[in-house]
């Protein structure tokens, strides 16, 4: 049986992206993948926790994708978060609603992995900023993907990014 996706993006500037756009694009038509655009959905940030509710009911597989902002997601991912992944819904009592769901957390960054260095300008491996990302999804009962992170995302050559959008496509017809 083909998984059902639901793919919440993230991006603010969804006209000014190249990388996040490449990826969007490699994935947008695959018939069991729905696309959920949270700026656009909801510019007044005025999330609909039902239908947010309801289209993660109906998934197999949630996808967050966005750029990689401050060492996290745009204040829209988090908002999603906060209202979305509401207790008793999403954990706690009787919160189970998500369990067992398998999450592909799918960033971009502008910095090299080079600079993900203790001692290089980002001071961390990029592994240091995923756990937040992990917990949210495991503390919901969610199952975690190894994430997509492409770096580098403002230099990177047409066909690096082309290879990167390929393999998020793969992976979510894998899934
Ligand atoms: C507000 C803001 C914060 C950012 N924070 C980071 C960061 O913490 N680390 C990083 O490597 N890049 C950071 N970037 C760069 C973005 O990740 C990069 O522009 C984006 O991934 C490019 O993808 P796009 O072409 O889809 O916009 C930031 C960019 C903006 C605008």
Redesign the pocket.
């Known amino acids: 049986m083909v998984a059902r996706v639901t793919l919440l993006y993230a ?1 603010p ?1 969804p006209q ?6 490449v990826l969007l694009d490699a994935v947008r038509g695959l018939p069991f993948v729905d696309v959920r655009a949270l700026y656009s959905l909801y510019p007044d940030f005025a999330i609909d926790v039902e239908a947010e509710q309801r289209a993660l009911l109906a998934s197999d597989v949630i996808v967050w994708q966005s ?5 996290g997601a745009p204040a829209m991912l988090h908002h999603w978060f906060e209202k979305v992944l509401a207790r008793g819904w999403a954990y706690g009592s009787g919160g189970d609603k998500l369990r067992g769901k398998r999450v592909l957390w799918v960033t ?4 090299p992995d080079s600079a993900y260095r203790p001692g290089a300008m ?1 001071g961390h491996p990029f592994d240091a900023f995923v756990p937040a990302f992990q917990q949210t999804a495991v503390f919901c009962g969610m199952r975690w993907e190894e994430p997509i992170v492409v770096h580098h ?2 230099q990177l050559g047409d066909e690096k990014l082309a290879a990167a959008a390929a393999e998020y496509r793969r992976r979510l017809e894998a899934l």
């Open positions: 991006h500037y000014r992206s190249r990388a996040g756009r750029p990689f902002y401050w060492y971009t960054t502008g910095a980002h995302a403002h």
